[in-house]
């Protein structure tokens, strides 16, 4: 019911805005047994018209305050938003959570492996089961493949790859279950709002987010739809956009949260679905492979994990520190599942999903100081994720758990409320999760030096020293700076796709649900196009148009132009690789309208 509640008041919002005159209205909420008393109080409104207002985006916007406001409807930020109203029911308080999410609904934006280790949701709901929580097909075996071009040859399973006990399962599903325990427990959700901007006092504090306008136009054209954003307020704001999201990288920057760690470090995950015959699907297997069809100088490598209802969810994962520009990651995945293990494991099936998403990867060292004045970042906004475990769910529940805790302490003193909440970093750093990431800290930075040596030195850490080596490798350079120019490198050819086992890359997007509104600026920036020509298409021969996976970036003839760049922003599924792989850092990813991108569902 406070779901429907929250969308009501906001579409109302919305009606009003776009209706309405110039005037400043001051609305009151009278007291009702059916609304919760988070909705009493009195704020202002302020209405606008394009013939009355030269430029209504610099019109004030509404406003809102809450006690929390949380950006990002995944694993970490969900958490968060339950254990604060946990925390606030067991003490009898008032606290107002709002969780603010881009996607259409929680989910729709979730993609993962996803093999779950039930650590942080035991203590979040240790009563999952009786919730009846989407976690079913146990984890039964595992397997650690190397693969030449015809053959796979089984290693020994490194003790992080063990997997008794988890669980093989949808994360997308996952955190609409997660979602809806945290709308019975309180928690406002907004989903189909994209938080578009931070918000600061005049002391440099966040003091919360504004919502991304609508009805902007392509060209920058105010529509008659047009309706201002709205404006978020707390004393505590926690940023749980998963990997590179927008915020968290401004306050990144603005805060210098990454001085004295190392830059950090990304991998594009490729993943699809498929219902495969019952005789070829075993429940709870779950493979990982490395080696072909990637060089050794290239990091990266496949999961195979049989689900349930008959379905294997497969992926692809590539390293974004690789050199040669004319490596395809898309095309990489399609041309690995024609080799005879995979082959003979979907021949017969169909796929029925596809998707992409940037990984963090840079481990233990590339975790960024976790909190600013006015919020924190949780989760793979500060890059949880446990590579040779492959994992980062768990370590996203995690901290969004800490998160709460502190900012719950914090909201009981007004002295700290809109500081830094320090007692975050520390409980951190006292938790099984730095535990988690420091005993592997070693295992991305050493396929730096290659696959062959990378597996020797997580030989020695992992079996003679336990993750507790005396030394500790890093990555120097961010992703971008690997890559060289097209005249130096070999071109890749890969074989055209069968229809069947692989596919184009459009026909695969058709399956990610992928939808903007077309017409409204693209959200995917270039900061100077004629850079754009001179240095991404000119010296590296347009990689652009090979790392994405949905065929956002073409390279295009014009009549009148010449070759010039063309961005299919309606394509974009929201990996951030562009963001983060660009040689130059040219394009920046910024968020579209709320409620566009892929519609990810069991994914």
């Excluded at 009501?8 to 047994?33: D, E, F, M, P, Q």
């Excluded at 927008?246 to 990304?266: I, R, W």
């Excluded at 990984?359 to 590339?366: L, P, V």
């Excluded at 909201?411 to 951190?428: G, I, N």
């Amino acid at each position: 019911m406070l779901l429907q509640h929250t969308r009501r008041a906001i579409r109302l919002h919305h009606l009003l805005r776009s209706t309405g005159n110039h005037h400043t209205h001051n609305v009151t909420y009278k007291k009702s047994t059916s609304l919760p008393s988070l909705w009493y109080g009195t704020h202002k409104r302020y209405y606008s018209t394009v013939e009355e207002n030269d430029d209504p985006r610099k019109a004030p916007r509404d406003s809102d305050n809450f006690d929390v406001v949380i950006v990002g409807g995944g694993p970490a930020g969900l958490s968060a938003a339950i254990k604060l109203k946990q925390l606030a029911n067991q003490e009898n308080r008032e606290l107002r959570v709002c969780l603010v999410e881009k996607g259409a609904e929680i989910g729709s934006h979730i993609l993962s492996g996803c093999v779950l280790e039930t650590r942080g949701l035991d203590e979040l709901l240790p009563n999952w089961r009786e919730l009846e929580a989407p976690v079913h097909t146990e984890a039964t075996n595992d397997k650690f493949l190397y693969l030449t071009e015809s053959s796979a040859i089984r290693l020994p399973t490194p003790p992080q790859m063990h997997n008794a006990g988890n669980y093989i399962i949808s994360l997308s599903d996952l955190c609409r279950w997660l979602g809806r325990q945290a709308e019975d427990l309180g928690v406002e959700i907004y989903p189909g709002f994209a938080a578009s901007e931070l918000l600061y006092e005049q002391d440099g504090s966040v003091a919360g987010i504004a919502t991304k306008d609508l009805g902007i136009g392509k060209t920058g054209e105010i529509k008659p739809s047009f309706t201002r954003g709205m404006e978020l307020r707390a004393p505590i704001t926690l940023l749980a956009e998963g990997c590179r999201g927008s915020l968290s990288k401004e306050a990144v920057k603005k805060y210098n949260l990454q001085e004295g760690k190392d830059p950090q470090t990304y991998g594009i995950g490729v993943k699809e679905i498929w219902q495969v015959p019952k005789d070829k699907h075993k429940a709870g297997q779950i493979v990982h492979t490395i080696g072909w069809p990637l060089q050794h100088d290239t990091y990266g490598g496949s999961f195979i994990y049989h689900m349930g209802e008959d379905k294997i969810a497969l992926g692809f994962v590539v390293g974004l520190n690789y050199s040669n520009p004319y490596l395809n990651p898309y095309r990489e995945f399609q041309r690995f599942k024609h080799h005879p293990f995979v082959k003979e494991m979907l021949e017969g099936g169909t796929c029925i999903s596809y998707g992409a998403r940037a990984i963090n990867e840079g481990g233990f060292q590339a975790i960024p100081k976790l909190t600013f004045p006015g919020g924190a970042l949780v989760g793979c906004a500060a890059g949880f994720v446990n590579v040779p475990k492959i994992k980062g769910t768990h370590n996203a529940m995690k901290t969004g758990m800490l998160a709460a805790e502190s900012a719950f302490a914090a909201l009981a003193d007004p002295a700290t409320a809109q500081k830094e909440m320090t007692k975050y970093q520390k409980s951190v750093e006292e938790s099984w999760v730095w535990e988690d990431m420091y005993k592997v800290r070693n295992a991305r930075p050493a396929f730096e030096y290659g696959l062959l040596p990378a597996i020797a030195i997580n030989a020695v850490d992992t079996f003679l020293f336990r993750g507790r080596a005396p030394f500790t490798l890093h990555v120097r350079k961010p992703d971008h700076e690997h890559l060289k120019p097209a005249a130096e490198c070999k071109k890749i050819e890969y074989p055209k796709p069968d229809g069947v086992l692989s596919f184009d890359l459009l026909t695969n997007l058709a399956r990610s649900g992928t939808n903007h509104e077309e017409d409204q600026p693209a959200h995917l920036k270039v900061r100077d196009r004629a850079k754009a020509k001179a240095v991404e298409h000119d010296i590296y021969d347009g990689p652009e148009k090979r790392y994405c996976p949905a065929g956002v970036y073409e390279w295009v003839e014009d009549a009148v132009e010449g070759t010039r760049l063309q961005i299919n922003a309606q394509n974009c599924l929201h990996c951030k690789t562009c963001d983060i792989k660009d040689p130059l850092q040219n394009y920046y990813y910024t968020v579209p309208e709320g409620g566009g991108g892929p519609a990810y569902n069991g994914m």
